[in-house]
């Protein structure tokens, strides 16, 4: 079945950086839309970043652009999300997700999860002196 594992979180100071990563198992990461998703307290869940599985190409969030990279390697079934130049409203859990549906992830729509969305347990990042 699917499986996604993620690492990496932790505590940074503003302006640092630190790499998520997220194991898959149970599919084929060229097939599926794969990407963040993040839940700051209080707020709602924001869909990051994503690469679509139709074409390959990426969605950012305005409020990362430049900041974030993702990034996968196919042959490690693992995908990257590179975090820099972080700010303390990056501060939250950060959710790897798959889905298998083409449109879960476009440039112009963004990463939107749905019924068919697969996650992964979270991992935390803090962003604070």
């Known amino acids: 079945q699917v499986q996604l594992v993620e690492s990496g979180g932790g505590l940074v100071q503003p302006g640092g950086s630190l790499r998520l990563s997220c194991a898959a198992s149970?599919?084929?990461?060229?097939?599926?839309?794969i990407g963040w998703f993040r839940q700051a307290p209080g707020k709602e869940r924001e869909g990051v970043v994503c690469?679509?599985?139709?074409?390959?190409?990426?969605y950012y969030a305005d409020s990362v652009k430049g900041r974030f990279t993702i990034s996968k390697h196919n042959a490690k079934n693992t995908v990257y999300l590179q975090m820099s130049s972080l700010k303390p409203e990056d501060t939250a859990v950060y959710y790897c997700a798959t889905d298998p549906l083409p449109y879960a992830c476009t440039v112009v729509a963004g990463w939107r999860a749905g019924a068919h969305t697969y996650w992964g347990q979270g991992t935390q990042v803090t962003v604070s002196s």
């Open positions: 149970g599919f084929t990461l060229d097939h599926y839309a």
């Open positions: 690469i679509s599985s139709s074409d390959g190409s990426t």
